[in-house]
C-alpha cells in the first residue's frame, strides 16, 4: 500500500486538473471554471514543477425549456434552435510552494448554431463562431500543510477572467434584409466567444480519503461580472433585450473517487454538479437580454495515469434542466401575459483531458541539455 500510495495521490490529484465546466446549450455559460479547478496539483507538486494539459469539450443542444418544462414539439416540429459546440482548452500550472499554485488558461471555441426564427422562419440556416474564448489567470493556496493534510485537503482560489474573446463575432443572417436579403449581424448570446467583462473568480475546492480507499471530492466557483452591458445588439424585437447583457456564472461538483490498483493507475468516480446563470448579478446592474438558468447533471468519470501522464474521460448527463425567467420576463410581466422565455439544452456533454505533470528530474534534462 506504501508503494501505491504516491500513484493513488498521483491520479487524485490529476482528476482535478482538468475539471472544466462548460454550458450545455442556450444557457450562455462560458467554457471556463474556477482558478482551483485547473490545478488541483498543489499539495502535490514540489516547489518549481509544472503542469500542462489540454482540454476538450463537445455538446450539442436542441431540447427546449421554459422552467423544467420541455417543449417536445419543437423537435416533432422542425423548430428547434441547435447548437454545435467545440472547445479546447490549453492550462499551464505552476507550483510556486508546496501550497500555493498559478494557472494561466487559454481557451479556443468553434460553434455551429442552427435555427429557423433567425432567418425569417422561412428557411433553417447556420451561423457561426471561432476563435479565441475568454482566458483566465489566478492563484490558490492549500489551507492545511502536507504534514496535517494525511486525510484531506481544502484550496482557495482566486484570479481574473479577462475578456479576451470577442463579444460582438458576427455570421450571415438570410431573409432578414430589405426584400429577404441577408445580412451580416451579431450571432446569438450562446455562441459569443466572450461576454466584454473583466471577472472576478472565487472558488474552493478539496478531496478527503473515506473508508475502503474511497475519496470525497468537492469543488465549486462563483464568478462575478461587474459590467451591465456589453454594447452588442441582438436584434430581438423588445426594447430591454436589445442589447447583450454581462452576467456572473456558478457551478459546483461533489462526487466519490476511487482508484482501481490493481488496474495500474484506472480511477472511477461518480458525483453530480450544477451550474448556471443567475437571473441578478450580485455586483453592477443586470441589465439587457440574457437567458439565466441551471443545469444538475450526474458525472461519471474514469480516468487513468501512466507515469506522469493522465487522460480522462468524462461525460456528464443532464437530469434537470431550468431557463428561469429573467428580469425583463419578470419586468414587463402582466396579470394577463406571463413572459416566461426558452432556452435550449444538451443531453450530455463529452469532456477529454490529457494532463502532463512535469517533475523537477525532467527540468533537470532540458536545463543541461541548455
Not at 440556416?125 to 492563484?139: F, P, Q, V
Not at 493556496?141 to 486525510?151: F, G, N, V
Not at 443531453?347 to 490529457?354: P, Q, R
Amino acid at each position: 500500500m506504501k508503494r501505491l500510495l504516491p500513484i493513488i495521490l498521483g491520479m487524485i490529484v490529476l482528476f482535478f486538473v482538468q475539471t472544466q465546466i462548460h454550458a450545455q446549450g442556450c444557457v450562455a455559460i462560458r467554457q471556463f471554471s474556477g482558478i482551483g479547478n485547473a490545478v488541483g496539483q498543489g499539495n502535490i507538486l514540489e516547489k518549481g514543477e509544472w503542469n500542462i494539459s489540454s482540454n476538450y469539450r463537445y455538446f450539442k443542444s436542441f431540447r427546449h425549456f421554459s422552467g423544467t418544462e420541455e417543449h417536445p414539439n419543437r423537435v416533432a416540429d422542425n423548430t428547434e434552435v441547435i447548437n454545435w459546440s467545440h472547445g479546447v482548452d490549453l492550462n499551464v500550472s505552476y507550483a510556486i510552494s508546496e501550497r500555493a499554485y498559478a494557472v494561466v488558461s487559454l481557451p479556443f471555441a468553434y460553434n455551429e448554431r442552427s435555427s429557423l426564427y433567425e432567418h425569417g422562419r422561412n428557411s433553417r440556416h447556420k451561423t457561426y463562431s471561432k476563435g479565441l474564448a475568454d482566458m483566465r489567470i489566478g492563484a490558490g493556496y492549500w489551507l492545511l500543510p502536507s504534514e496535517k493534510a494525511k486525510k484531506g485537503n481544502t484550496a482557495i482560489g482566486f484570479g481574473i477572467k479577462i475578456p479576451t474573446g470577442d463579444y460582438n463575432a458576427q455570421s450571415t443572417f438570410y431573409n432578414v434584409g430589405p426584400n429577404g436579403t441577408s445580412e451580416v449581424r451579431p450571432v446569438d448570446q450562446s455562441i459569443q466567444l466572450g461576454d466584454g467583462g473583466l471577472g472576478l473568480i472565487v472558488d474552493a475546492q478539496g478531496i478527503w480519503n473515506l473508508r475502503s480507499n474511497f475519496f470525497l471530492y468537492y469543488d465549486g466557483f462563483y464568478m462575478f461580472n461587474p459590467r451591465n452591458t456589453n454594447g452588442t445588439m441582438t436584434n430581438r424585437s423588445r426594447a430591454s433585450e436589445s442589447i447583450m447583457s454581462v452576467p456572473d456564472q456558478f457551478a459546483f461538483r461533489a462526487g466519490l473517487f476511487k482508484p482501481i490498483p490493481r488496474l495500474h493507475g484506472l480511477g472511477i468516480s461518480l458525483g453530480g454538479r450544477a451550474e448556471g446563470i443567475p437571473i441578478r448579478d450580485l455586483i453592477g446592474e443586470s441589465d439587457g437580454f440574457r437567458r439565466p438558468g441551471y443545469i444538475v447533471s450526474v458525472e461519471p468519470r474514469i480516468s487513468y495515469m501512466l507515469g506522469n501522464f493522465t487522460t480522462t474521460l468524462t461525460v456528464p448527463v443532464a437530469l434537470i434542466r431550468n431557463r428561469t425567467r429573467s428580469l425583463t420576463d419578470i419586468i414587463e410581466s402582466t396579470p394577463e401575459n406571463r413572459r416566461h422565455g426558452d432556452a435550449a439544452f444538451a443531453d450530455y456533454l463529452i469532456n477529454m483531458n490529457l494532463a502532463w505533470r512535469i517533475p523537477k528530474k525532467v527540468k533537470e534534462v532540458f536545463n543541461s541539455i541548455d
